[in-house]
């Protein structure tokens, strides 16, 4: 992942406000974040909510998957605003990988039907 981050261009603000970078950088992450929570709707025989709602939850992190795409936008020359906002979305997401885990075993570590899921 490091050496992907070095790969990627230096982050270009083009005129925009820290505090409007910010503002869409946020609803750019959850939006992002709240198309991984599909698998919640999915699975009803198979897993509990919780369940479903951890798996989707685990899949917020994927830095790898977002900076291939990204990769793969700058060769085919975008360097828009998009890409920057995209860039700094995909860094939250890796900053918060340690919020996602613990909400991860928050949700697992219940007990459902009887039994223990997760010992701590």
């Given at each position: 992942?490091?050496?992907?981050g070095?790969?990627?261009?230096?982050?270009?603000?083009?005129?925009?406000?820290?505090?409007?970078?910010?503002?869409?950088?946020?609803?750019?992450?959850?939006?992002a974040?709240?198309?991984?929570?599909f698998?919640?709707?999915?699975?009803?025989?198979?897993?509990?909510?919780?369940?479903?709602?951890?798996?989707?939850?685990?899949?917020?992190?994927?830095?790898?998957v977002g900076?291939?795409?990204l990769l793969?936008?700058?060769?085919?020359g975008?360097?828009?605003?998009a890409?920057t906002?995209s860039?700094?979305?995909?860094?939250?997401?890796?900053?918060?990988?340690?919020?996602?885990i613990?909400?991860?075993?928050?949700?697992?570590?219940?007990?459902?039907?009887?039994?223990?899921?997760?010992?701590?």
């Amino acid at each position: 992942m490091f050496l992907v981050g070095c790969s990627l261009p230096k982050i270009n603000m083009e005129g925009i406000s820290i505090g409007m970078t910010v503002w869409r950088v946020i609803i750019l992450t959850v939006l992002a974040n709240l198309g991984k929570c599909f698998p919640a709707l999915c699975y009803r025989n198979e897993a509990s909510l919780k369940q479903r709602l951890a798996l989707s939850i685990a899949m917020f992190p994927r830095g790898e998957v977002g900076a291939g795409v990204l990769l793969v936008a700058l060769n085919y020359g975008f360097t828009e605003t998009a890409t920057t906002l995209s860039i700094m979305s995909l860094a939250l997401n890796l900053l918060l990988t340690g919020v996602f885990i613990s909400a991860v075993i928050q949700l697992i570590s219940h007990k459902a039907n009887g039994e223990v899921l997760m010992s701590s």
